[in-house]
């Protein structure tokens, strides 16, 4: 099959970990005879550099006309330490989400079994935990008007929510749900907001369409809460935009690495996979950025493309990597690998169709390890 991918390296260690990616989904067309044509253009800090926007119209027509969008992260010291920048890259990316029409982000939270020990909390409280968040990316408050009053004595955000903006991220939530454990949770604040309880009153209708999967309710702040007390409660969460945004960086926190969280956001004609991570500015150029959550990010594109063996493959691959501790330093400590090595491992792995076996000399010297 031949599929057109955008690629959006961004900003920091972007452009060093969607290399990674590329270099998976290149190993991943040559064994299961695919095409993908990658193509790349700027975003982000780098494209106001190049030419002044965070989102140029040559960058948004390439994304519109290819299958899916594969982003990197975006992010400079010089704009995040700089409150009154009138442009900045985040900008860029919103504005992505908005004329994509990526109305839902999907983040997989996964507590994989060989890093338990590097999680700041318990072993017992994260054992087993496999969770999957859907925040709503393109209402609410982020996407609310905004003002500020002359003076500049006061500030408003307004938060806004249709019935059809929560329905149609619901039903996917739900459909998840039904391929899972059977349970979902809404994150709320219906107590306090008039947003928070048309979501609550929606989602309880639709349920209904889904008396198979199991519906409960938290307010935000308990959920907040029970993520650090009780992880492994979740299955499937559901929750607006802004709530989404917090209460998955926390979750995020969970498998011991943030290197490791991989999300899709999606529409109804377009989609963009990314790692949740940041561009980490400091580590731009030195090999030591984590690459697999991009990796696993775009296992989540195969997925989008139908291609469910070849998605297995690289979470194998990724699955493998970690057993064996080819990782980079924020999870191998000890006996480190570069970002480009990880990346290089991950293929040889893919690459190689039979069974193998690992030579533990190569693996040391951090050479190939297929024999």
Not at 237 to 258: H, K, P, Q, R, W
Not at 289 to 315: C, Q, T
Request: aromatic fraction near 8%; hydrophobic fraction near 40%.
């Amino acid at each position: 099959m031949k599929f057109n991918i955008a690629v959006l390296p961004g900003d920091g260690i972007g452009p060093e970990i969607t290399q990674q990616s590329v270099k998976v989904l290149n190993a991943i067309a040559d064994r299961f005879d695919h095409e993908f044509i990658f193509e790349e253009a700027a975003v982000g800090a780098a494209a106001i550099d190049q030419v002044g926007d965070p989102l140029p119209e040559s960058t948004l027509n390439l994304c519109k006309r290819s299958h899916a969008v594969l982003f990197g992260a975006i992010g400079d010291p010089k704009y995040d330490n700089d409150p009154s920048a009138k442009v900045r890259p985040e900008q860029g990316l919103l504005r992505l989400r908005k004329e994509l029409g990526l109305f839902a982000n999907i983040r997989p939270v996964k507590a994989y079994e060989a890093l338990i020990e590097n999680s700041p909390l318990k072993p017992e409280i994260i054992q087993g935990v496999d969770m999957v968040i859907y925040r709503e990316l393109t209402g609410g408050i982020y996407f609310g008007e905004k003002s500020t009053s002359a003076d500049g004595k006061s500030a408003s955000d307004l938060c806004f929510y249709t019935v059809e903006e929560i329905e149609r991220i619901a039903h996917l939530a739900f459909k998840a749900a039904g391929e899972r454990r059977k349970k979902l949770t809404l994150i709320d604040k219906a107590n306090v907001l008039e947003t928070s309880r048309l979501w609550r009153k929606t989602v309880k209708e639709i349920s209904k369409s889904y008396p198979e999967v199991e519906l409960d309710f938290l307010y935000v702040d308990n959920a907040a809460m029970q993520m650090i007390l009780n992880p492994g409660q979740f299955d499937v969460i559901l929750t607006e935009n802004m709530f989404g945004d917090i209460i998955s960086d926390e979750a995020s926190v969970i498998g011991g690495s943030i290197g490791l969280l991989e999300s899709a956001s999606v529409g109804e004609k377009n989609a963009l996979f990314e790692p949740i991570h940041g561009s980490y500015p400091q580590a731009a150029g030195q090999g030591i950025a984590n690459p697999l959550a991009s990796v696993l990010s775009a296992a989540m594109m195969l997925d989008y493309f139908g291609l469910i063996e070849e998605a297995k493959a690289v979470r194998l691959a990724v699955d493998v990597s970690i057993q064996l501790n080819v990782c980079t330093k924020d999870i191998n400590r000890d006996n480190h690998y570069s970002t480009e090595r990880v990346g290089d491992f991950l293929e040889s792995v893919i690459s190689d169709t039979e069974d193998h076996m690992i030579n533990d000399e190569n693996l040391n010297l951090g050479q190939m390890t297929i024999i």
